[in-house]
């Protein structure tokens, strides 16, 4: 398949005083339709070949400047929406992500929606409905900070949390992961069609890296506040949630709404990928400003004239 952005040699990132090629996008792209191994396939230390991290966050700065221009075109359009879906283990940067590379976006043309446990009301509902009530209308960036894929993430890995979803008993006993990722597949290709943009990035630390962090945390008395048993605790399912991921990402990654493999080990790293992926996805629309036509124009004009004549 064909991806809709075409994320080809000619779109890589360049970093540093030198402007030496260090990585392509598509090197974090997974390819719709082929198997996914974590392991073998996607390093969480991965930093294209350099540590040039002054210059990455040069370009995160620069990237963050694009994107402010180009909301403002997005906005002005009214054509197209943006949604941007982050998954991730606990402490793998999504927070931080979207506060770096977002931090030049108009407030009133973005809205983030954070997905904690699902309350009665969602229960009564497919899964599908709460998220559906946070898209982003056109003109307009959404940022899911984990979204419906937690439904076959840990809603697999926890089997009791389906239990309290009161399915049909018919569903149940089907093959519930492999309908729930058509029916997700189906969803986004909608939301393409719609005009809607789906960018999905799954922030890949390693374990090792999330010890480091949770141990930060707890060392560090400013940080207390971040951490939570509970994240302790989902650490025991680390290979749970590996396979799990890696179902995902093979079954959902399609052209019209790819998923991005983000190494996550480096914050400055994941946030220079995220910020180049949501800036070569915008430029893929050829964003314009509305241009008036000559009946508007001549409209102007006479208002204009009008506002001339005023007495102050």
């Not at 606990?90 to 108009?106: E, F, L, Q, T, Y």
Request: charged share 30%.
């Amino acid at each position: 398949m064909k991806l809709d952005v075409d994320y080809d040699e000619k779109r890589k990132i360049r970093v540093g005083t030198s402007g030496r090629v260090k990585f392509r996008i598509r090197d974090i792209v997974v390819e719709p339709g082929k198997p996914v191994s974590l392991k073998k396939d996607f390093d969480p230390d991965f930093t294209g070949g350099f540590d040039d991290k002054a210059g990455a966050l040069q370009q995160v700065a620069s990237n963050v400047q694009r994107l402010s221009d180009m909301q403002e075109m997005l906005y002005a359009q009214d054509t197209y929406a943006l949604l941007i879906i982050f998954q991730a283990m606990d402490a793998a940067g999504k927070d931080g992500a979207i506060r770096h590379v977002m931090s030049g976006v108009n407030p009133q043309g973005c809205q983030v929606t954070s997905f904690k446990s699902p309350s009665a009301e969602d229960l009564d509902h497919g899964y599908l409905w709460r998220a559906s009530k946070a898209l982003p209308g056109r003109g307009m960036i959404g940022i899911f900070n984990r979204s419906y894929y937690e439904e076959v993430l840990v809603v697999r890995v926890h089997p009791e949390f389906l239990a309290k979803q009161k399915l049909p008993e018919k569903t149940l006993k089907g093959d519930i992961w492999g309908n729930r990722f058509k029916e997700i597949n189906n969803f986004e290709r909608y939301l393409r069609q719609n005009g809607t943009i789906v960018l999905k990035f799954f922030l890949n630390i390693s374990k090792d890296e999330q010890k480091k962090r949770f141990l930060s945390r707890i060392d560090e008395p400013d940080k207390n506040w971040k951490f939570s048993a509970a994240d302790y605790e989902e650490r025991t399912f680390w290979d749970d949630y590996q396979k799990a991921f890696e179902d995902m990402l093979e079954n959902t990654s399609t052209d019209w709404a790819p998923w991005f493999v983000i190494p996550a080990d480096n914050k400055w790293f994941a946030r220079l990928a995220i910020s180049e992926v949501v800036s070569a996805a915008l430029e893929g629309l050829d964003l314009r400003m509305p241009v008036v036509d000559d009946k508007q124009k001549k409209r102007l004009m006479d208002i204009r004239g009008q506002l001339s004549t005023e007495l102050d």
